[in-house]
């Protein structure tokens, strides 16, 4: 026997294993990735022009099949908020404003909302002329930690405004970003100013991957969305793919209850008017948000 061509052979079907297992491990993690019809997008293009609706941003060309995944808000307890976030110097005032309890100290205000949004003022904090972005991280690593929470968010934003650094932090699940979570921050060397935080605890895969529509099919709603101001122009601005955790009760169950539940994949469409989230298993709406002007 030639051992030399032997060990050739073998080397080379145990390289082809690897190179397939490996496939199999990263379509596994981030789903199949599918390529989109450009010739198609511009027929959907100029379709929606005929409706009054414009496409500005640009159209994905690729589009990944996901899992749904499980998710559980991290919910915050006005007790434990007291103890750990106000000094013992602080006597703090209770008050309740609408769903809200809203706690005062000296100089921090902090209003928690169906238990799950946390919003943190701290009146101490001055605008600076010169800020350094490491102390700032500084500053929001320990508010994490004082509100029990880590820094383990993987997209951020960071951009100056007048007097403060504006973080933000988003939450994703292998690579796709979940849009119901945000921790907003405006801080600057002396400390965290405000702060915005809406978080999920739970972050896991609830059963295998599924095909899911292409942003074009996406797009096709917008139409039925603006059927009532068909004569006002409509400007779609961005169009991302990634998760939204809703009810798909239509306005049938109160939201503000619901602490856990499944987050499924979804097209986001940014529009000069709205934010409009399209399940991307089942092309119904999730949810409409107005957009910040």
């Known amino acids: 026997m030639d051992w030399a061509k032997a060990k050739t052979i073998l080397i080379a079907v145990f390289l082809a294993i690897n190179i397939f297992?490996?496939?199999?491990?990263?379509?596994?993690?981030i789903g199949s990735?599918?390529?989109?019809?450009?010739?198609?997008?511009?027929?959907?293009?100029?379709?929606?022009?005929?409706?009054?609706?414009?496409?500005?941003?640009?159209?994905?060309?690729?589009?990944?099949?996901?899992?749904?995944?499980?998710?559980?808000?991290?919910?915050?307890?006005?007790?434990?908020?007291?103890?750990r976030v106000f000094s013992p110097e602080d006597r703090v005032e209770e008050s309740i404003e609408g769903n809200a309890v809203k706690l005062s100290g000296n100089s921090l205000e902090v209003s928690i909302k169906d238990s799950r949004e946390l919003l943190y003022m701290d009146n101490s904090i001055k605008p600076a002329a010169v800020?350094?972005?490491?102390?700032?991280?500084?500053?929001?690593?320990?508010?994490?930690?004082?509100?029990?929470?880590?820094?383990?968010?993987?997209?951020?934003?960071?951009?100056?405004?007048?007097g403060y650094k504006r973080f933000v932090y988003e939450q994703s699940f292998k690579g796709a970003v979940i849009y119901n979570s945000v921790m907003e921050f405006y801080v600057n060397d002396e400390g965290v100013q405000r702060a915005k935080i809406i978080w999920f605890d739970t972050l896991k895969q609830a059963g295998k991957k599924a095909s899911v529509i292409s942003p074009e099919v996406a797009l096709l709603s917008l139409p039925k969305q603006y059927k009532d101001s068909a004569a006002l122009r409509v400007k779609v601005l961005q169009v991302q793919q990634g998760y939204y955790f809703g009810t798909g009760a239509s306005g049938q169950v109160d939201t503000s209850k619901v602490e856990e539940g499944t987050a499924f994949p979804v097209w986001k469409l940014v529009t000069?008017?709205?934010?409009?989230?399209?399940?991307a298993y089942n092309e119904k709406v999730e949810s409409v948000e107005k957009a910040r002007k």
């Open 21 to 29: 297992l490996a496939y199999m491990i990263i379509t596994a993690n």
């Open 33 to 83: 990735i599918g390529y989109v019809d450009s010739e198609r997008v511009k027929q959907i293009t100029d379709y929606l022009a005929e409706k009054n609706i414009i496409i500005e941003g640009q159209v994905p060309l690729k589009k990944a099949d996901m899992p749904s995944i499980t998710v559980k808000y991290k919910l915050f307890n006005k007790e434990e908020i007291t103890e």
């Open 131 to 162: 800020i350094d972005q490491k102390a700032c991280t500084k500053h929001i690593a320990e508010l994490l930690i004082k509100l029990g929470l880590k820094d383990d968010a993987s997209i951020r934003q960071v951009e100056d405004l007048e």
């Open 272 to 279: 000069d008017r709205d934010i409009i989230y399209i399940n």
